[in-house]
């Protein structure tokens, strides 16, 4: 380890420090990302988003699959990182390669059933990306392994400057589609020259010898079948909506899921990537271990919850002001998102338990019922009604699934069920204090004359009513965020 292990000073301060550091880098890049977003609303179409959504709904499918999932052993096994680094690597590359081909073998058939050339060769392109990231998902993993997370951020913050500004070039350029896919490439390409420079390491793939093959083998055949379900639950709704409704519904489902979506994706990322390796160093310390774990749910719940229903408040006068009206149809899945998000915040802390502890079944049966759940739900929705069906079905579904995962992920550590309950629970229902605040508002006084003011009026009701509902509710739970914040201003000073 390059830095000292969470198990010798606070664990709140570690995830602090990293979560904070990766969020900051993440929210900047969230932002570009928003203007991004901006313009491609703007000079792309329902269509165009419709088409992406179904190609990255597949490719993404082989993109999660990258690496065979090798570099969460080697987060897993991070002390025996430079001694695995070459034979898995060398494995690595043959995985990816495999599945380019199978991208290229299955594409005509998919084009075909969605009746577009142009899902064929954005497919070609996502697949391209894959060996492409071959590199940098292992040494990605170098560094979380050593707590690097001040690298993590700057590499993420270049990443996200590089994906924005391209899919921008590309729009204006008249690349349609397209500008959402080659990124994909351009940003693997990117970063497997930053980390080749930034760690040093011999990055050169080797052959594995069979003492280290039949063991990393076994474990990626429970890992694997967990990234393919993974890949369902981001993006298998599209593919259902897309087979069952028209590409408009699928396009503006796919829009106002991504306002939540990026947001969200912002956070647990940084979460995620702070959470798995710091409760890996703590395999062999079980009552630290369960502290972190309850520590790191109440972490992810409450920014989570906040920033959701956040979006909730602010989403109808928001998107009608920057896009002029043109995406008003995708206001409510925005908003009916962003107030079922309770999934995505309970689950980025199970599974970095459960992967902290090599638990690759469990993950693997969890992510399985949640990429069946997710395409059910939205194949009922669709069946049923149309966008919103659909938009209450998926967001029925995500509370329900938080709840599994809570059960599931209990009985793993030893802490009370109703404690963990607790740490979900009680952000929650500050959250939604907070935004009948806002809507009640909104609905009581007179509107302002114009969409921007009328956002900042519900923004700030909705932050003030929250804050003071977290002080009076959860009054620890803020000290102790308090504590960790102060605790790693001093430690940098």
Known sequence: MTQTEPSQRSYSETATRGATMLF???????????????????????????????????????????????????????????????????????????????????????????????????????????????????????????????????????????????????????????????????????????????????WRPTLPKLRIFWPTMHQCAWIIPGLVAMSLVGNGAYMVIGALEDKTTIGLYFFGFQLTLGVFTIVSQSLYAVFTPSLATLQKLPEQRDRAFIQSMEMSTFVMFFLGFAIAAVAEPTIGFVWSGKWDDAVPVAEVMAITATRPAVTIVVRAMLESRGLWRVTTALSCWDAIGIMATAAIGATVGGLMEITYAIGAYSILSAIVYLVIGGRYVSVPLHRILAAVYWPYLIGIIGLAAAWGAAASLPAPDHAFFSAVMNGTIYTACFGLAAIILRRRLCLNAIGAVRGMLRRRR
Do not use: Q
Request: net charge positive; proline share 3%; charged share 15%.
């Open 24 to 202: 900051s880098t993440n929210l900047a890049a969230k932002l570009l990302g928003i203007g991004t977003l901006y313009v491609t609303g703007l000079m792309l179409s329902a269509e165009d988003f419709a088409l992406f959504a179904i190609a990255v709904a597949w490719g993404e499918i082989f993109g999660f699959v990258t690496n065979g999932g090798l570099h969460k052993i080697l987060i897993y096994r991070g002390k025996a990182f430079r001694h695995l680094y070459g034979p898995l690597c060398g494995l690595s590359f043959i995985i990816n390669i495999g599945l380019l081909a199978i991208v290229l073998a299955i594409a005509p058939a998919i084009g075909r059933v969605y009746e577009s050339d142009d899902v064929i060769w954005l497919l070609i392109i996502i697949g391209v990306s894959v060996p492409a990231e071959t590199i940098p998902r292992l040494l990605r993993a170098e560094l979380a392994v050593g707590l690097r997370f001040g690298e993590l951020s700057v590499l993420n913050g270049y990443s996200a400057l590089i994906r924005n500004i391209s899919i921008i070039l590309l729009a204006v350029f008249g690349f349609g589609p397209y500008s959402l896919a080659w990124p994909f490439v351009l940003v693997g390409v990117f970063e497997w020259m930053f980390l080749l420079r930034r760690t040093r390491i011999d």
